[in-house]
């Protein structure tokens, strides 16, 4: 298998397929997947799809390519950012006009997204918004396919699941989900309505909902790849390659994955694969047809070979390392730590060893940043002396068995505990402890037991006091009581243990471990402020309130002089406080945190080089400042918007 070679040969295929303009022609066929004597078109979607393919791939060759198409793209938009399906003056957008469209739409402006992030400014989104709503099936979705007059013929005033699929995809890219659209899709998922009108099949539906669906069915999702992994072997090459990409999306386990990678293999043809239909294009008589092309065939092929690559193979991902320079400069010393644990794991037996195993790959893959496993490594090498290495992977190692515990744990706390995962959790937690106990340190382990006893009275007072009984609606009495934030840091102080234990056996004082462990109150609580204005809202609708979350409903309390905030009715306008207020108070606290923990760090004797520490500090105060520039934006949005 030479994936890169196949790669190289489909980049060079695409060069050439591509117009001056920038664009790729389409195909039209009234046979699904014989497309010898297709009628050529020239189609906007294929350009938006070939566009959002080529964004998912990240290999290298394609920046020039993607350029091109992305400008012609750009001078396709027509009124308050509308697509059409046809080119604009070509030949058949004279002859087969059609009404302008929320799928080519949708699709065009994901993938210019995905190209350029910063391409769509605040007055676009205010516009977007616009055209958004003028097609509301119902407040906040789902959405009609089709602009037309009130006047029209019904059939063109549909509401389709693959359309609404594509709009909620463009949402996610932006963070923003809408309850009303994301019931919408459940439904569907639910009732198994998963067939357009305007797509010949299922595999397309399914491809578009595995980019970012995380419902509650999205096992039926996977059940639904899980029953057609032998019918997919005789599909055509693009269905193929799009259920590989939903089988990738979605973190099936399929064992047929590697045949399937094969045959796209082996029916790439001087570079490009062949034709077959995507979607349907107009009827020429009543003969259906169907649209598709060997560029797009080539694209999602491609991507395909991209994703497995990267995922079970090796790394093809352009300018994008795997881990920080933390973990690349230290690798030796992360691979020996996880190793330890995957050997400790392989021990244990049948579904137990499986899912400890699973969930070791998950948390490796999630520590971008090496401080589940390095962190006590990276304390050591800013000492001004020298310590036990050996000691210091020991700290590692019950860093990371901590970590998986702790995030575990953390699951079942807000609601949403795997319970086979629980005995993983508990094994863990074991691991910690013994591990500590055999160091035969009474002080590291009275010093662990404190910690974990904080963390645990933390995590009480939080289910106690910031959980909602009725998630529809919030009591302005019942707020809770965030204070100092504190609390934020100490649900996760176990952080700080492998820390404190380097001081120590470096020789610090109990002043040095004082202001170490004050470090990580502050730095925890600036993190934590961080991660809670990213997720206030969605806390909020699962019945949480977190400490950003509680700031912006008394910021609401104040302003509105209400009682009860009810999410239905006043979740817009709660939005609209938090980002014309309670941001500015949120980066302030945070600026203040990591002010505080630079001086706090400076005062550990022991510590020679503050670096590593700053660098950490440097990344949330960039974050804070980032969020300031996003607020500017929001509010220019809502002008335009008014």
């Avoid at 929320?102 to 977007?128: M, Q």
């Avoid at 549909?158 to 995809?169: F, L, R």
């Avoid at 195993?357 to 520590?367: E, I, Q, S």
């Amino acid at each position: 298998m030479n994936i890169i070679k196949n790669i190289k040969a489909g980049v060079e295929f695409l060069n050439q397929q591509q117009r001056a303009d920038g664009s790729f022609d389409s195909w039209s066929s009234p046979v699904i997947d014989n497309f010898s004597g297709a009628k050529k078109y020239r189609t906007v979607f294929a350009n938006g799809l070939i566009l959002h393919g080529l964004n998912i791939c990240q290999i290298d060759g394609l920046d020039k390519l993607k350029t091109k198409l992305f400008n012609f793209l750009r001078r396709q938009k027509g009124e308050n950012w509308r697509y059409n399906y046809w080119v604009i003056n070509s030949r058949e957008y004279k002859r087969y006009r059609v009404p302008d469209d929320l799928d080519d739409t949708f699709v065009v402006l994901a993938a210019l997204y995905g190209h350029d992030s910063e391409y769509l400014r605040p007055k676009d989104f205010a516009a977007i918004t616009n055209v958004l709503t003028s097609q509301e099936e119902m407040e906040g979705g789902p959405y009609r396919t089709w602009w037309v007059p009130d006047d029209f013929d019904a059939k063109w005033r549909d509401v389709d699941v693959v359309v609404n699929a594509n709009i909620a995809y463009f949402l996610h890219l932006n963070a923003i989900h809408l309850p009303n659209l994301d019931s919408y899709l459940d439904k569907m998922i639910l009732q198994d309505k998963l067939q357009s009108r305007y797509y010949p099949d299922e595999y397309s539906t399914i491809y578009y909902l595995s980019r970012f669906y995380q419902g509650r069915y999205k096992n039926r999702l996977v059940d639904w790849l899980g029953k057609r992994k032998n019918e997919v072997m005789t599909a055509n090459i693009l269905n193929l390659a799009l259920y590989v990409l939903a089988t990738i999306n979605l973190g099936m386990e399929n064992n047929q994955l590697e045949k399937m990678v094969d045959k796209i293999l082996a029916e790439q043809k001087n570079g490009g694969w062949p034709a077959a239909g995507f979607c349907l294009d107009p009827m020429l008589g009543r003969e259906k047809y169907y649209s598709g092309c060997q560029s797009l065939s080539t694209v999602y092929c491609l991507a395909a070979l991209a994703k497995y690559a990267d995922k079970f193979l090796i790394k093809v991902k352009k300018n994008q390392p795997v881990k920080s320079v933390v973990v690349a400069k230290h690798q030796v010393v992360y691979d020996n730590i996880v190793n330890l644990a995957r050997t400790d794991f392989g021990k244990l037996a049948g579904d137990l060893r499986a899912d400890s195993l699973n969930f070791l790959d998950k948390m490796v893959k999630k520590d971008e940043d090496g401080e589940i496993v390095l962190l006590p490594w990276v304390v050591a090498l800013s000492l001004s002396t020298v310590i036990d290495k050996k000691m210091v992977q020991k700290f590692c190692q019950a860093s990371l068995y901590g970590w998986m515990a702790y995030t575990l744990y953390d699951n079942f706390l807000d609601g949403e505990g795997e319970p086979w995962m629980l005995p993983v959790a508990n094994v863990c937690w074991q691991r910690l402890n013994k591990i500590y106990a055999d160091m035969g340190n009474p002080k590291m382990v009275d010093r662990m037991e404190k910690l974990l006893r904080i963390m645990e009275e933390a995590n009480s007072w939080e289910v106690n006091n910031a959980r909602l009984s009725d998630k529809r609606r919030v009591d302005s009495k019942n707020l809770p009581d965030f204070v100092d934030y504190k609390m934020i840091a100490e649900k996760s102080i176990g952080h700080a243990l492998g820390a404190i234990n380097v001081i120590e056996l470096a020789g610090g004082t109990s002043r040095d471990k004082q202001n170490m462990y004050d470090f990580f109150i502050n730095y925890l609580i600036a993190r934590q402020l961080n991660d809670d204005a990213h997720d206030w809202e969605v806390d909020l609708r699962r019945g949480q309130i977190n400490a950003v979350g509680e700031m912006a409903l008394g910021d609401f309390f104040r302003q509105t002089r209400r009682r009860y905030f009810v999410y239905v009715r006043d979740i817009d306008k709660l939005r609209l406080i938090f980002w014309q207020g309670t941001i500015h108070k949120v980066t302030k606290i945070i600026l203040h945190k990591t002010k505080k923990a630079r001086r706090l760090i400076g005062r550990v004797k022991v510590v020679g080089d503050t670096n590593f520490y700053f660098k950490r500090l440097d990344k949330l105060d960039g974050a804070a400042r980032l969020a300031i520039s996003e607020a500017s934006a929001v509010e220019e949005f809502v002008d335009s918007y008014k």
